[in-house]
């Protein structure tokens, strides 16, 4: 079964259609009304699940974008778009950004779906059962909270439904408090094995221990510095996620990387936890073929009219240049295609990981996009072996699983013999496999070299200086978004970030 269910799709347009938000996470729905059993429950974390396509919708505008990755294509438009997709590439974002207030909504939209579960619980008598609902909430919680603190720094806490007098007077949390939740929320997934290591075929899709290991793994090593015991920690929960997936020691046992993304092979041994997409006209399809697909292709591509946003930059090319035989080129960025009218070539660049030549209506494509999975994991742990114990042979074991798998020549142990060496290839590594999946931003924090990356970025690439732009260097505080103006409004009292 593709989908979780697809009967309810109806149920849910009718009644989670009415849990969405303005700009706080508050619903004031008598939820008691409808919630009888633990179907209902179910179709509750079903709308949760489906709340993670409006966070997804713009999510690539505030990671890739912002980085090395991806760029604007276009120059002199006045299209509101462009504005919108200049700023964030320049680092000239406003308070009144239309996108980072979209994916603010679309984040507590997301968070009241999960709070509904959670407070609903009290109907299911199955403990198993409940164990799972509750865990499945609290993973997605977690998720939205931690990208969201990366990218606002302090934001809302809320645990709970909360009425609308209520929302409207809150104020901004330490990021220290909502990390807390966090882990505790994953931490007791974990510890409690509140959810099944694999989901039965039914529910594939569904957020799995696996799944929780893996993101609790992500957040230690965010938030705490090399060498503290919860960074620490990550080597066991990262060495876990692996030995449920099968234990990979070479590039052999791993999906090839083509097939990681085919729509034929979703949910494949590679992927740990998705957002899933439906095509077929039932409100579930993808929209990035229809937003990253070539401009005026003339359906020699994909049909319709795409965007062609997402522009992959001369400098992530470059990278992929650098290898000849690196496979993972060809599934992530297209140079041109062939025109199916006048069979002339095309040269024309665009990102190709998520498009479906095959869609048979604008913004319903069918691929999948991957949140966690087998490659992200296995360059975290030979990081982190780095990073605490120097390049050991276990640490390039690991790092060269990825480069033969990418068709690129294993790394010898003297090309990373230092502590130093070791972290750059693993750096340039994750760079490459996981390209424009929402990852790159998010390890440049990370790391500490966002400003100092970007910046680089913006004086190196070419096309800033052919269109005349000024292109200004950007300094820490433009690396977290501003909160949005539509809050502040709301209430004059919470604080905004420095610099807006």
């Known amino acids: 079964m593709k989908r979780i269910s697809t009967y309810l799709i109806l149920l849910l347009t009718t009644f989670v259609a009415g849990c969405e938000m303005d700009q706080y996470p508050y619903s004031e729905i008598a939820a008691e009304d409808y919630v009888k059993d633990a179907e209902a429950v179910n179709t509750l974390v ?89 865990g499945e909430a609290l993973f997605l919680r977690s998720l939205i909270y931690f990208d969201m603190i990366r990218l606002y720094g302090p934001v809302f806490l809320v645990t709970k439904q909360i009425g609308a007098d209520e929302a409207r007077n809150m104020q901004r ?90 729509k034929d092979n979703e949910m494949n041994k590679e992927i740990i936890f998705a957002v899933r997409y439906l095509s077929g006209n039932v409100g579930l399809g993808s929209p990035f073929t229809t937003l990253f697909g070539p401009l005026n292709n003339g359906n020699s591509v994909v049909l319709g009219s795409p965007k062609h946003y997402n522009y992959p930059s001369d400098n992530l090319l470059a990278a992929y240049n650098a290898n000849a035989t690196d496979v993972r080129k060809a599934v992530v960025i297209a140079e041109g295609y062939t025109n199916v009218t006048t069979g002339a070539w095309k040269e024309e660049r665009y990102m190709v990981k998520y498009l479906d030549p095959d869609m048979a209506t604008e913004w319903d494509a069918e691929n999948d996009w991957p949140v966690l999975r087998v490659g992200d994991i296995v360059l975290l742990l030979a990081e982190l072996i780095n990073e605490v114990d120097g390049p050991t042979e276990e640490a390039l074991g690991y790092l060269n699983m990825i480069r033969e798998r990418a ?52 004086a190196g690439e070419a096309f800033f200086s052919e269109y005349n732009y000024t292109v200004n260097p950007i300094e820490d505080w433009q690396t977290l978004l501003p909160i949005p103006l539509a809050v502040i409004n709301i209430n004059p009292d919470v604080a905004q970030n420095v610099g807006y």
């Open 173 to 262: 949390v330490p990021t220290e408090q909502i990390y807390a939740q966090i882990e505790s929320d994953l931490e007791r997934i974990v510890n409690e094995e509140m959810l099944p290591e694999q989901m039965p075929a039914a529910l594939t899709g569904r957020a799995t221990l696996v799944a929780a290991k893996a993101l609790l793994a992500k957040v230690y090593m965010t938030h705490y510095a090399i060498g503290e015991q919860k960074y620490l920690a990550a080597r066991t929960l990262l060495q876990d996620v692996l030995t449920a997936v099968g234990n990979p020691k070479t590039a052999s046992e791993l999906v090839p990387y083509a097939k990681i993304f085919a």
């Open 46 to 134: 079903v709308g949760a699940y489906n709340g993670l396509h409006g966070v997804m919708y713009h999510q690539w505008s505030l990671t890739e974008l912002r980085s090395d990755n991806a760029r604007m294509r276009v120059s002199g438009s006045s299209a509101q778009d462009t504005k919108l997709i200049e700023q964030l590439d320049q680092g000239t974002i406003g308070t009144a950004h239309d996108w980072v207030g979209e994916y603010w909504d679309n984040c507590y939209s997301t968070i009241n779906r999960t709070n509904m579960v959670l407070g609903n619980l009290d109907v299911i008598t199955d403990p198993a059962l409940r164990a799972q609902y509750e």
């Open 407 to 458: 068709g690129i020549p294993a790394y010898a142990a003297s090309e990373v013999a230092s502590r130093y060496q070791f972290r750059e290839a693993v750096r340039a590594e994750r760079r490459l496999e996981l390209a424009f999946e929402n990852q790159r931003w998010f390890d440049l924090l990370r790391w500490e070299i966002a400003t100092a990356t970007v910046n680089d970025f913006l």
